[in-house]
């Protein structure tokens, strides 16, 4: 069974391993934290965290293997030099990585639920393993259903950690929530739509940016059905709602004297928003989309990283 290392720690992206992995522990230490010690509630055992986590990664991981050996010819035309399949990963290594790892992350989120007592749990990790699977054989393809599954699982990834927390206390003490629990709730749901939004916008970057390789190989992608300069718009119009939630969420944190996350907001997230329309309209070859979709990651991670400031905001560090 022949596997080249380097190539397959590339094939399952580790770089946005790591991001997703980051998001959850970072929602864990800045949102729900802080909501558990306030309410006098037992903080969830780390290593029901580090199962969660592993959980996803592990999927992750097999939707990234599964989509690139589905589009190996697609991958040959758009980016020849970062094709990891028959290169360094043979095929049918890659398909018994892709079983292994969906196998061991159900495994374990079927353990984390039946320890938690919340099937919800199980159910967001099938739900992904499908939809990977049918965005990677089917959905890909068609117009804009294929951005919007990536989006929904990306939204999906801080509301799991909310879910690990929230769900055992209604299902003890039942409805209504808590006033005290809906910060918390509403943080998350903020951020899940912030991620919904910006990974949309970055489907779509993607979509231009591989315009040559989906157009030779059928695909009906929002740039080659609507054109460039219609995806451009659509592009700008997601960021624009972007902008105004956390124009929303600046107003809010000013209004609670939270003036150090605030600022971090308008100056790490939302001004380079601002540029990035700039970069969008000045946007004309693959590069220049190129550098506009890491520009976004950037965008995304200091937008995760906030949550580190409402924990030091919580805890009367700031």
Not at 34 to 54: G, R
Not at 258 to 270: A, G, K, T
Request: aromatic fraction near 14%; proline fraction near 3%; glycine fraction near 4%.
């Amino acid at each position: 069974m022949y596997m080249n290392l380097k190539n397959f720690i590339h094939l399952i992206r580790y770089k946005n391993l790591l991001i997703i992995a980051l998001t959850m522990l970072t929602m864990q230490l800045g949102v729900v934290n802080p909501l558990l010690l306030k309410n006098e509630t037992q903080p969830f055992c780390s290593m029901h965290l580090i199962l969660l986590v592993a959980s996803t990664l592990l999927i992750a991981a097999s939707g990234y293997i599964i989509n690139d050996y589905f589009d190996v010819k697609t991958d040959k035309i758009n980016k020849p030099d970062k094709t990891y399949i028959d290169k360094g990963v043979k095929r049918r290594v890659a398909i018994i990585m892709h079983v292994f790892f969906n196998s061991l992350g159900i495994l374990i989120s079927a353990y984390l639920s039946y320890k938690k007592q919340n099937i919800w749990l199980l159910l967001f990790s099938v739900l992904a393993v499908v939809l990977l699977w049918f965005y990677s054989t089917h959905l890909k393809k068609q117009l804009a259903i294929g951005n919007v599954v990536v989006a929904l699982l990306t939204a999906l990834i801080p509301l799991q950690v909310l879910c690990l927390n929230i769900y055992p206390f209604i299902q003890k003490n039942g409805y209504p929530i808590p006033g005290t629990y809906l910060p918390s709730i509403i943080a998350s749901v903020c951020f899940s739509i912030f991620a919904f939004l910006l990974s949309m916008v970055r489907e779509i970057i993607k979509d231009i940016e591989d315009y040559e390789g989906d157009y030779a190989t059928g695909c009906k992608t929002i740039p080659i059905v609507w054109g460039i300069k219609a995806s451009k718009a659509l592009i700008a119009g997601l960021i624009s709602n972007t902008v105004l939630l956390l124009l929303f969420s600046f107003y809010k944190l000013y209004q609670l004297h939270f003036n150090m996350l605030s600022l971090y907001l308008f100056f790490c997230v939302l001004s380079p928003l601002f540029y990035l329309f700039f970069k969008l309209y000045k946007a004309q070859n693959k590069q220049h989309y190129g550098s506009i979709s890491k520009w976004l990651k950037f965008i995304m991670i200091s937008g995760i990283l906030s949550t580190v400031l409402i924990y030091l905001s919580c805890y009367g560090y700031m």
